[in-house]
């Protein structure tokens, strides 16, 4: 083993705004002309630690160009699931290539995991968020019933 360790430098390239895009493309710029002046590790990983402890608000993120999420709660965690069934039914479009494509096992797994849902939070929703899973998944079962027979 050598007596000396070699030491190496990681650098933290993710986006986190537009600034950083800016001063992302001079850091690639230094580093090809072989800037010798790099900071520790530790120095990139503190300021990138920094910058993820503060909360962003939808302000930051429309600033940023990003589109803000819905609120997370239980109804839109379920609606999710279901689009992501009716895209595996072949009933919409997948987002990322704008064809309908049928999938059945993808669909019975996320059909599935809706009525695994639905066990294990039996009596712990209000009565409307229950209304909405039981008919979600009698509507996903009937879909899956046709595309399969």
Do not use: C, W
């Not at 650098?11 to 800037?35: L, P, V, Y």
């Amino acid at each position: 083993m050598a007596d000396k360790e070699k030491e190496f430098i990681v650098r933290d390239r993710r986006i986190f705004s537009q600034e950083d895009t800016e001063s992302g493309k001079t850091e690639t710029a230094e580093a090809a002309a072989g800037d010798s002046d790099e900071k520790p590790a530790t120095a990139d990983r503190d300021a990138a630690a920094g910058d993820s402890n503060q909360k962003s608000t939808p302000a930051d993120d429309a600033a940023v160009g990003e589109t803000p999420f819905p609120e997370i709660n239980f109804p839109t965690f379920v609606f999710s699931l279901n689009s992501s069934a009716l895209v595996h039914l072949g009933v919409i479009e997948d987002p990322a290539s704008g064809q309908r494509v049928k999938n059945l096992p993808m669909a019975k797994q996320t059909i599935d995991i809706l009525g695994m849902l639905e066990e294990k939070t039996k009596g712990n929703l209000s009565d409307d968020e229950a209304r909405m899973l039981k008919n979600i998944l009698y509507e996903l079962r009937m879909l899956y019933v046709k595309a399969n027979g």
